[in-house]
């Protein structure tokens, strides 16, 4: 008999070598990691879901139900199953409800499976009719409701209400109804404002709801001092003139944003964050914060284009922030391409507190024209004040032309006193749909050379863009619109002196190109030499007409837009000669988010041309 000791031992041995064994047996496949897929990769399915109900409801349906979780879920018990047929019926009235369907009619039935199938969820609704506004309360708290103008604050709320009597009810639009109402209050005067109560009193019988709300205005808040934060390069004084914020006048959003892009745009600041502070000073006088990025002293930007009215060009700018002792900013350029060299410098200072600014500029230019060149000299000084929508300046400008070459007139110069006014009444400073904008100069002053004449000289611009109709394409359930326009420009100048007259060259006018009559090479419509040669000319008319249409891709409105126009313009030293020259032709504009980018194939009726126009940017 073995002793105890050794049998334990045999015992060990023998269960070492049956599990050893084990391993040499067919082994099972190991189940996949996504248990809910079958040995074959297809996904198993525990129920197919159907809905049955009108479209918009039934896609809503389909893709929050609570059951939609649940199909894929292999191992889906009968009784959990049951369990989540339950709860549908609650489920789907909830969802319902989220559109204005209280009273809904629904039907859910189950169906076994079988080996081949797997079981059926039928979910059948009736939606019933859905629940309208019935009546709407607005009710205004705070100060709010105390100030003068509360009838007029409350009876634009009620107007602009997003939600009015008669519409449907959806809980997306009660909801975003109240916080447009809330916006409202946040955008002029009441920056702290909050929503008090809100309530939806639903009649399932009437299907009817009736809605109140109640908004907490807080304090009526004013602009107060602007405190500039980051101020080492420059004044912080300046950055308070530049903001232009219009202390002491109740509190605007839109203001605000004004002030911190025109810190942002004045090439002074990287960055530009305004904050009305509402918890330090009183709401009477409330500080704005400025936290700015200041840029550095030098820029220096180094450029290469190319155009289609004078080929390959090359620019270097610079920009000094403050120059020594005055403080002023000095903008210098040197570009040169086919048809013009040029090196100019305009020197600037800061707004004063009327938002007046003193300036002084400089300017070499060479032009080369069709049979002559002209080397031209320009300066000028005076004050600037931009308010607004409208610019204005006053200056004393000197003028000196030498032209060169076959046919070139005598040499001239000039001294003028001017003025300009233009005013810019656009929806979008850069990439306009409505409104209109006008310029006006007007110059006087006398020739320099030879005997001395006086002069007078005037320029008009106007430009308009006027809705036609609008292009609608439904995008996600919304609908999406955008104007067709029609945009209408036109221009008049003149220099009225006598006949004998030597007139600096830069101080007549020449037309052409990519901004004025296109089909035509830049500045090549002038007055006539006898020898056939073009220069500038006393008398300028120019006009354009141009269809701007949005275009739709497979129904979906895209940035780009069509156009198709014509432009004439005439330049002539008698009133009476002026000849229109006329280009006709179709584009494509690219909405882009520094300006419309502009492709222009246009034919010049009289030049018998195809020419190519590209511009990138609106100005006026």
């Given at each position: 008999?073995?002793t105890?000791?050794?049998a334990r031992?045999?015992?060990?041995?023998?269960?070492?070598?049956?599990?050893?064994?084990?391993?040499l047996?067919?082994?099972?496949?190991?189940?996949?990691?996504?248990a809910?897929?079958?040995?074959?990769?297809?996904?198993?399915?525990?129920?197919?879901?159907?809905?049955?109900?009108?479209?918009?409801?039934?896609?809503?349906?389909?893709?929050?139900?609570?059951?939609?979780?649940?199909?894929?879920?292999a191992?889906?018990?009968?009784?959990?199953?049951?369990?989540?047929?339950a709860?549908?019926?609650?489920?789907?009235?909830?969802l319902?409800?989220?559109?204005?369907y209280?009273?809904?009619?629904?039907?859910?039935?189950?169906?076994?499976g079988?080996?081949?199938?797997?079981?059926?969820?039928?979910v059948?609704v009736?939606?019933?009719a859905q629940?309208t506004?019935?009546?709407?309360?607005?009710?205004?708290?705070?100060?709010?409701?105390?100030?003068?103008?509360?009838?007029?604050?409350?009876?634009?709320?009620?107007?602009?209400?997003?939600l009015?009597?008669?519409?449907?009810?959806t809980?997306?639009?009660?909801?975003?109804?109240k916080?447009?109402?809330?916006?409202?209050l946040?955008?002029?005067?009441?920056?702290?404002?909050?929503?008090?109560?809100?309530?939806?009193?639903?009649?399932?019988?009437?299907?009817?709801?009736?809605?109140?709300?109640?908004?907490?205005?807080?304090?009526?808040?004013?602009?107060?001092?602007?405190?500039a934060?980051?101020?080492?390069?420059?004044?912080?004084?300046?950055?308070?003139?530049l903001?232009?914020?219009?202390?002491g006048?109740?509190?605007?959003?839109?203001?605000?944003?004004?002030a911190?892009q025109?810190?942002?745009?004045?090439?002074?600041?990287?960055?530009?964050?305004?904050?009305?502070?509402?918890e330090?000073?009183p709401?009477?006088?409330?500080?704005?914060?400025?936290?700015?990025?200041e840029?550095?002293?030098?820029?220096?930007?180094f450029?290469?284009?190319?155009?289609?009215?004078?080929?390959?060009?090359?620019s270097?700018?610079?920009?000094y922030?403050?120059?020594?002792w005055?403080?002023?900013?000095?903008?210098s350029?040197?570009?040169?391409?086919?048809n013009?060299?040029l090196?100019?410098?305009?020197?600037?200072?800061?707004?004063?507190?009327e938002?007046?600014?003193r300036?002084g500029a400089?300017q070499?230019?060479?032009?080369?024209?069709?049979?002559?060149?002209?080397?031209s000299?320009q300066?000028?000084?005076?004050?600037?004040?931009?308010?607004?929508?409208?610019?204005?300046?006053?200056f004393l400008?000197?003028?000196?032309?030498?032209?060169h070459?076959?046919?070139?007139?005598?040499?001239?110069?000039?001294?003028?006193?001017n003025?300009?006014?233009?005013?810019?009444?656009?929806?979008?400073?850069n990439?306009?749909?409505?409104?209109?904008?006008?310029?006006?100069?007007?110059?006087?002053?006398?020739?320099?050379?030879?005997q001395?004449?006086?002069?007078?000289?005037?320029?008009?611009?106007?430009?308009?863009?006027?809705?036609?109709?609008?292009v609608?394409?439904?995008?996600d359930?919304?609908?999406i619109?955008?104007?067709?326009?029609l945009?209408?420009?036109?221009?008049?100048?003149?220099?009225?002196?006598?006949d004998?007259?030597?007139?600096?060259?830069n101080?007549?006018?020449?037309?052409?190109?990519?901004?004025?009559?296109?089909?035509?090479?830049?500045?090549?419509?002038?007055?006539?030499?006898d020898?056939?040669?073009?220069?500038?000319?006393?008398y300028?008319?120019v006009?354009?007409m141009e269809?701007?249409?949005?275009?739709?891709?497979?129904?979906?409105?895209t940035?780009?837009?069509s156009?198709?126009?014509?432009?004439?313009?005439?330049?002539?030293?008698?009133?009476?000669q002026?000849?229109a020259?006329?280009?006709?032709?179709?584009?494509?504009?690219?909405?882009?988010?520094?300006?419309?980018?502009?492709?222009?194939?246009?034919?010049g009726?009289?030049?018998?041309?195809?020419?190519?126009?590209?511009?990138?940017?609106?100005?006026?």
């Amino acid at each position: 008999m073995p002793t105890p000791r050794l049998a334990r031992t045999l015992a060990g041995t023998a269960l070492l070598l049956a599990l050893s064994g084990c391993s040499l047996l067919p082994q099972a496949t190991p189940a996949p990691d996504d248990a809910s897929a079958s040995a074959d990769g297809t996904p198993s399915t525990a129920f197919t879901l159907q809905v049955q109900a009108p479209a918009p409801l039934q896609e809503l349906l389909e893709h929050n139900l609570e059951l939609r979780r649940y199909t894929q879920l292999a191992d889906l018990q009968p009784s959990e199953l049951r369990r989540l047929l339950a709860s549908a019926d609650d489920n789907t009235r909830q969802l319902l409800a989220t559109q204005g369907y209280f009273s809904p009619d629904i039907t859910i039935e189950s169906s076994p499976g079988s080996n081949d199938a797997p079981p059926t969820v039928q979910v059948r609704v009736q939606p019933g009719a859905q629940t309208t506004i019935a009546q709407v309360d607005i009710t205004l708290r705070g100060a709010a409701a105390q100030a003068p103008d509360t009838e007029r604050r409350q009876a634009r709320l009620e107007r602009n209400w997003a939600l009015p009597v008669g519409q449907p009810f959806t809980q997306g639009a009660w909801d975003s109804a109240k916080s447009n109402g809330l916006r409202s209050l946040h955008l002029r005067g009441y920056p702290s404002a909050t929503l008090d109560a809100s309530r939806a009193d639903i009649d399932p019988s009437t299907h009817n709801a009736n809605l109140s709300v109640a908004y907490n205005s807080g304090p009526r808040y004013f602009f107060g001092p602007l405190q500039a934060q980051g101020c080492q390069r420059y004044d912080c004084d300046g950055a308070r003139r530049l903001a232009r914020l219009p202390t002491g006048s109740e509190y605007s959003e839109a203001e605000l944003l004004d002030a911190q892009q025109r810190l942002a745009s004045s090439g002074y600041y990287d960055t530009a964050l305004l904050t009305l502070d509402t918890e330090h000073g009183p709401p009477e006088a409330a500080p704005v914060i400025a936290q700015l990025t200041e840029a550095k002293l030098h820029k220096l930007v180094f450029g290469v284009g190319v155009s289609t009215d004078s080929g390959a060009r090359l620019s270097l700018d610079h920009q000094y922030n403050r120059l020594p002792w005055l403080g002023w900013r000095a903008s210098s350029k040197i570009s040169v391409d086919r048809n013009t060299q040029l090196a100019s410098s305009e020197w600037v200072s800061l707004p004063n507190d009327e938002n007046w600014r003193r300036f002084g500029a400089g300017q070499l230019q060479r032009d080369n024209y069709s049979s002559y060149a002209v080397n031209s000299l320009q300066l000028r000084g005076g004050v600037s004040q931009v308010s607004g929508h409208i610019d204005r300046n006053f200056f004393l400008q000197y003028d000196s032309a030498t032209p060169h070459g076959s046919g070139a007139p005598d040499a001239s110069g000039a001294l003028s006193a001017n003025m300009g006014w233009t005013g810019r009444y656009f929806d979008d400073p850069n990439s306009p749909t409505r409104g209109y904008g006008l310029g006006a100069e007007l110059g006087v002053g006398s020739t320099l050379r030879g005997q001395r004449n006086p002069f007078a000289r005037t320029r008009l611009r106007w430009q308009s863009f006027i809705a036609l109709g609008k292009v609608a394409i439904g995008a996600d359930g919304a609908q999406i619109t955008r104007n067709a326009r029609l945009a209408l420009r036109a221009e008049g100048g003149a220099v009225l002196a006598s006949d004998n007259a030597d007139l600096p060259t830069n101080l007549l006018f020449m037309t052409g190109g990519d901004t004025s009559v296109r089909g035509y090479g830049y500045r090549s419509i002038g007055a006539t030499t006898d020898s056939g040669g073009t220069y500038g000319g006393r008398y300028l008319a120019v006009a354009s007409m141009e269809w701007q249409r949005p275009i739709a891709i497979r129904g979906d409105l895209t940035h780009w837009e069509s156009a198709v126009f014509i432009d004439a313009g005439a330049v002539s030293n008698q009133l009476r000669q002026l000849q229109a020259q006329v280009g006709i032709g179709a584009g494509l504009r690219w909405r882009s988010p520094v300006g419309p980018l502009q492709t222009d194939l246009a034919w010049g009726v009289q030049d018998k041309r195809l020419r190519l126009h590209l511009r990138l940017g609106f100005s006026f």
